[in-house]
Protein backbone atom coordinates (compact mmCIF):
# COMPACT_ATOMS: atom_id res chain seq x y z
CA UNK A 1 0.00 0.00 0.00
CA UNK A 2 1.11 3.71 -1.44
CA UNK A 3 1.48 5.98 1.52
CA UNK A 4 0.94 9.81 0.58
CA UNK A 5 -0.59 11.71 -2.16
CA UNK A 6 -1.08 10.05 -5.46
CA UNK A 7 0.69 12.10 -7.88
CA UNK A 8 1.39 11.30 -11.83
CA UNK A 9 3.82 14.32 -12.81
CA UNK A 10 3.24 13.23 -16.79
CA UNK A 11 -0.46 13.96 -16.27
CA UNK A 12 -0.24 16.05 -14.01
CA UNK A 13 1.52 18.97 -16.05
CA UNK A 14 -0.02 18.33 -19.24
CA UNK A 15 -3.62 19.31 -17.34
CA UNK A 16 -1.60 22.27 -15.82
CA UNK A 17 -0.62 23.23 -19.45
CA UNK A 18 -4.22 23.31 -20.41
CA UNK A 19 -5.84 24.86 -16.74
CA UNK A 20 -3.33 27.81 -17.35
CA UNK A 21 -4.09 28.52 -20.70
CA UNK A 22 -8.18 28.88 -20.05
CA UNK A 23 -7.32 30.87 -17.21
CA UNK A 24 -4.95 32.85 -19.59
CA UNK A 25 -8.16 33.44 -21.75
CA UNK A 26 -10.22 34.14 -18.98
CA UNK A 27 -8.49 36.62 -17.84
CA UNK A 28 -7.77 38.60 -21.20
CA UNK A 29 -11.54 37.89 -21.77
CA UNK A 30 -12.11 39.50 -18.31
CA UNK A 31 -9.87 42.67 -19.17
CA UNK A 32 -11.65 43.10 -22.47
CA UNK A 33 -15.64 43.08 -21.03
CA UNK A 34 -14.60 45.36 -17.70
CA UNK A 35 -11.67 47.26 -18.99
CA UNK A 36 -8.65 46.05 -16.53
CA UNK A 37 -7.38 43.37 -13.90
CA UNK A 38 -6.61 44.20 -10.13
CA UNK A 39 -3.65 42.61 -8.62
CA UNK A 40 -5.81 40.00 -6.85
CA UNK A 41 -7.36 38.40 -9.91
CA UNK A 42 -3.91 37.29 -11.22
CA UNK A 43 -3.14 36.11 -7.79
CA UNK A 44 -6.29 34.19 -7.20
CA UNK A 45 -5.98 32.93 -10.52
CA UNK A 46 -2.05 31.84 -10.22
CA UNK A 47 -2.95 29.86 -6.79
CA UNK A 48 -6.22 27.90 -7.81
CA UNK A 49 -4.97 27.14 -11.04
CA UNK A 50 -2.27 24.45 -9.36
CA UNK A 51 -5.37 23.37 -7.40
CA UNK A 52 -7.57 23.16 -9.74
CA UNK A 53 -5.18 21.22 -12.12
CA UNK A 54 -4.36 18.64 -9.00
CA UNK A 55 -7.94 17.60 -8.87
CA UNK A 56 -8.75 16.62 -12.87
CA UNK A 57 -5.36 15.45 -12.39
CA UNK A 58 -6.76 13.21 -9.63
CA UNK A 59 -10.37 12.87 -11.11
CA UNK A 60 -8.14 11.41 -14.82
CA UNK A 61 -6.29 9.04 -12.75
CA UNK A 62 -8.59 7.71 -10.42
CA UNK A 63 -8.66 4.02 -10.08
CA UNK A 64 -5.78 3.65 -12.52
CA UNK A 65 -2.85 1.97 -11.38
CA UNK A 66 0.06 4.18 -12.15
Known amino acids: MKSGLPFVPG ?7 VVL ?3 A ?3 VIT ?4 GGLETR ?3 GSLICAPLLAYLVHLWL ?3 KDW
Do not use: N, W, Y
Request: proline share 0%; glycine share 8%; charged share 10%.
Open 31 to 34: MLVS
Open 41 to 43: DIV
Open 11 to 17: VFFKVLA
Open 61 to 63: TMG
Open 21 to 23: SVV
Open 25 to 27: VGL
